[in-house]
């Protein structure tokens, strides 16, 4: 049975689609390859069969003139596995970590000798501007009075009034002159020896008794702090001596000094 290759209705023999002939005001005639309803496919299947229901498409066609839908070969192929490094990082991660653990062995009490050196030595400098600024402040006081003062003798300027032994001025503006030369003195407990107007010995820490750094001037290195010695420079005092234990040496050693003087 004829049939129109435009919109695919069945037509009767010498009867012209109403789509052709409003086109085109022809009759058109179908195709010599034309095959029967449920016939074989025309031209070797390469010519679509016409629509079997008054020129509607067959269900779920993808668009006309197409009965069937076209096949699709955009799988995908399943990827290789991948080679597994698993083993290499089982015998790595270890090596690494025993390497670490040897590296900070080595270097964290390297660095924390080198710190606890860097503090030592920061204290003994510290002690030393003490010194500086103590001697100071008296040669400053005594021109102030123009020799009105006694300044001779051995005697010990503490942080601590309370301390302070054989003095033989008012010590009230000797404190404000040594703090205009040290700024930082109020920040510290210390305690000086002097010898005839002449600061000799120094000794400072954050503290009196509790365990901290003490800078000692003179003798005093990154590694040592010495002790008050009336005829130089005193020996070691360990690295567990408080400023109260320096003081209390120093206070015993200098009443020692001036009963042998006496």
Same mark, same amino acid.
């Given at each position: 049975?004829?049939? /129109?290759?435009? /919109?695919?209705?069945?037509?009767?023999?010498?009867?012209?689609?109403?789509?052709?002939?409003?086109?085109?005001?022809?009759?058109?005639?179908?195709?010599?390859?034309?095959?029967?309803? !449920? !016939?074989?496919?025309?031209?070797?299947?390469?010519?679509?069969?016409?629509?079997?229901?008054?020129?509607?498409?067959?269900?779920?066609?993808?668009?006309?003139?197409?009965?069937?839908?076209?096949?699709?070969?955009?799988?995908?192929?399943?990827?290789?596995? &991948?080679? =597994?490094?698993?083993?290499?990082?089982?015998?790595?991660? #270890?090596?690494? =970590?025993? $390497?670490?653990?040897?590296?900070?062995?080595?270097?964290?009490?390297?660095?924390?000798?080198?710190? @606890?050196?860097? %503090?030592? =030595? =920061?204290?003994?400098?510290?002690?030393?501007?003490? /010194?500086?600024?103590?001697?100071t402040a008296i040669v400053e006081l005594d021109e102030k009075t123009?020799?009105?003062?006694?300044? @001779?003798?051995?005697?010990?300027?503490?942080?601590? %009034?309370?301390?302070?032994?054989?003095?033989?001025?008012?010590?009230?503006? $000797?404190?404000?002159?040594?703090?205009?030369? $040290?700024?930082?003195?109020?920040?510290?407990?210390?305690?000086?020896?002097?010898?005839? !107007? /002449?600061?000799?010995?120094?000794?400072?820490?954050?503290?009196?008794? &509790?365990?901290?750094?003490?800078?000692?001037?003179?003798?005093?290195?990154?590694?040592?702090?010495?002790?008050?010695? #009336?005829?130089?420079?005193?020996?070691?005092?360990?690295? @567990?001596?408080?400023?109260?234990?320096?003081? &209390?040496?120093?206070?015993? %050693?200098?009443?020692?000094?001036?009963?042998?003087?006496?």
């Open positions: 049975m004829p049939y /129109c290759i435009n /919109c695919g209705k069945f037509l009767q023999e010498g009867e012209v689609c109403n789509c052709t002939a409003n086109a085109q005001g022809a009759p058109m005639q179908q195709p010599n390859n034309a095959a029967p309803q !449920g !016939g074989q496919p025309y031209n070797g299947g390469m010519q679509p069969p016409p629509y079997p229901y008054n020129g509607q498409p067959y269900p779920n066609q993808p668009y006309p003139n197409q009965p069937y839908p076209v096949p699709t070969f955009n799988q995908q192929l399943a990827n290789p596995p &991948k080679k =597994s490094y698993a083993w290499i990082l089982a015998i790595i991660i #270890p090596l690494a =970590s025993v $390497f670490v653990l040897i590296l900070m062995a080595i270097l964290v009490p390297s660095m924390l000798g080198y710190t @606890k050196r860097s %503090k030592q =030595s =920061s204290f003994n400098s510290k002690a030393n501007i003490l /010194c500086k600024a103590a001697n123009k020799g009105g003062i006694n300044v @001779k003798g051995r005697y010990i300027i503490s942080s601590d %009034k309370s301390k302070n032994s054989g003095v033989p001025f008012d010590t009230g503006e $000797f404190y404000a002159g040594l703090e205009r030369y $040290f700024s930082d003195v109020k920040d510290y407990d210390y305690f000086i020896v002097f010898s005839d !107007g /002449c600061a000799e010995y120094t000794a400072l820490s954050e503290s009196w008794t &509790k365990k901290s750094y003490v800078g000692t001037y003179p003798g005093g290195t990154a590694r040592n702090i010495t002790k008050y010695n #009336p005829d130089g420079i005193g020996g070691s005092a360990g690295e @567990k001596a408080s400023l109260y234990d320096l003081y &209390k040496d120093a206070l015993y %050693k200098l009443s020692t000094y001036v009963d042998k003087e006496r």
